[in-house]
């Protein structure tokens, strides 16, 4: 198993400025990954962050508005860039060591921009 | 859309009693995974079921797939207040091709 430090907890943000949340995790894992999950709704993965390349994004996810730094294999960040109100929610970092197995998630970040 | 939905969206009952809850969804599968989250906080993984078996037991949990009809359930039996929470069943071919589901909110009253 993985343990997962995800930092901050929670924050309140400002319109048009930026957060950067970290995930540490305590072993190496192969893939990492960021998922956003709005009120009340499911999760949906913003990106696969990859270890010394480009960030992975889906449909809907930009790196503009959601840049990924994966500078080894146990850290990562996520950006979220020029906040709106639209950008609260829960953002959860996970991870997997094999392909089709388990997620292991952080504890998540709940995010309010005002 | 590949997302699973749950069934159903909400669900109360009694400290001791079974809860069930159901999900479907549309595409194949390698597996199908439960995850619980309380209070909005991370997920926790509680079962997974490979596609090429049809019922799996975890303590007080058991959980049965039939790709027939694209479904699964979830049975928690004995249920406890601290069971409450909400639980997701997430579908896909990898751990980077995973959908999570619109998610069953129980409600376990002591």
Redesign the interface.
Known sequence: SAV?S?KPSRDICQRGTSLTIQCQVDSQVT?M?WYR?QPG?????IA?ANQGSEA?YESGFVIDKFPISRPNLTFSTLTVSNMSPEDSS?Y?C?V?D???????????T?LSVL | SQ?GEEDPQALSIQEGENATMNCSYKTSI??L?W?RQNS??????LI?IRSNEREKHSGRLRVTLDTSKKSSSLLITASRAADTASY?C?TG????N?F????TRLTVIP
């Open positions: 997962i995800q893939m990954f999950q709704q499911s999760l949906t993965l696969t992975t829960i959860l996970s997997s094999r392909p089709n197995e388990k997620l292991f998630f952080g504890s998540g709940q | 997302q390698n597996n995974q995850y909005g906080r991370g997920l926790v993984h997974l997701f997430a071919t990898g751990a980077n995973l999570f589901g619109t998610g």
